[in-house]
């Protein structure tokens, strides 16, 4: 690294930077804990990439000074605010709303015994065709990129603190891409410890009134993310 990337020091000191913001949890924390306890572990996969790769969106756009004339731009920098707020909020209020269809779901699965007659169409089967999912939207890579793509604080990882560890006298875009590694490498270790620890209690999770309660904290938790996100400053 030590050639045309960053300096093996500057990069521990971003690590040691960054920790604490991987650690609080985000929109990505929240999108793990709900796909793992629904799929398992292996959803996990698909989340991370996803993660990663809005990162590298981010580091690419910082080094093509994108981002910079974003967040110099006070309106361009509120509508990616906005963008990024308003999907936290939407797949929240999606999220609860599959919480909320589930419960009568298993209600009815529970009544269609011998003798009751076929049970009633789920709530969701009823909806109109535009108000269901698009086929890809749902998949945690999906959600997860966007989820990561659209939050203007990881935009400002790369516009604030990237340049505190990046060596005047060095191509700048390799040692941005080796920040930018660095900084998937670790979202990967702690998304991979998560869901390690939310896959071993996926048995529980995946109880019917459990399940419902963890897709609502979940919803709660992109909701307050999206709207504290809209109303930032």
Known sequence: MSGAGADPYAV???LAAL???VATPGASFALLVRHVSEGGRRRAVPLALGTVTGLYVHAGLAVAGLSALVTSSGRAFAAVRLAGACYLVGLGLWTWYGATCAAPATGSARASAPGRGPAPAPARSRLPRLLR??????SPYVQALLGNVLNPKAASIYLTLVPQFVAPGRPLAGQVLVLASAHAALMVAWLGLWAGLVGRAAALLRRP???AALARGTAAVLITLGLRTAAAP
Request: hydrophobic letters at 40%.
């Open 12 to 14: 521990a000191g971003f």
């Open 19 to 21: 920790l604490p913001l």
């Open 133 to 138: 999912p698009v086929r890809g939207g749902n």
């Open 209 to 211: 009134r459990a399940k």
